[in-house]
């Protein structure tokens, strides 16, 4: 079941690209970095180049799995793993979110948020991170 990313992940995300996950069937991994994504609801679409669609396209065929994290920053700052299903499109590689983890070293390591409901899951990060947006889009320097 699809569940909306919460406002923070979704700017961290924006903010910082995200780091693609596929596999083939045997569990062969393939990572590409894409330094730019868009999160509407429960779905992130990542612009990818002809290179990139060439590196995954097969391994999607073979298996519709994609795990994202944040890039940059964000792999620590946002400690998320976002897994669902892909499908490229136009380009656009569609990632339908149905789980969503916690990647924060510690006892929180691995904690699904996404069967807490969007509500809990909201008031779990709220909680813990008062960094809602990254510091450049805030108008920080690098």
Request: aromatic share 6%; net charge neutral; proline share 8%.
């Amino acid at each position: 079941m699809a569940i909306d990313l919460t406002p923070r992940m979704k700017n961290w995300l924006e903010a910082m690209g995200v780091h693609v996950a596929t596999a083939t069937k045997e569990g062969f991994p393939t990572v590409t970095v894409a330094y730019a994504c868009q999160v509407e609801g429960s779905t992130i679409r990542v612009p990818l180049t002809p290179l990139q669609i060439e590196q995954i396209s097969k391994n999607l065929a073979e298996n519709p799995q994609v795990a994202v994290a944040p890039g940059q920053l964000g792999a620590v700052r946002a400690p998320y793993q976002f897994k669902g299903l892909g499908k490229i499109s136009s380009q656009i590689l569609e990632i339908q979110v149905n789980e969503v983890y916690c990647t924060k070293p510690g006892a929180e390591a691995g904690i699904r948020l996404d069967t807490m409901g969007y509500e809990a899951m909201k008031n779990f990060e709220e909680s813990r991170w008062k960094d809602i947006t990254p510091p450049q889009s805030q108008g920080s320097p690098r």
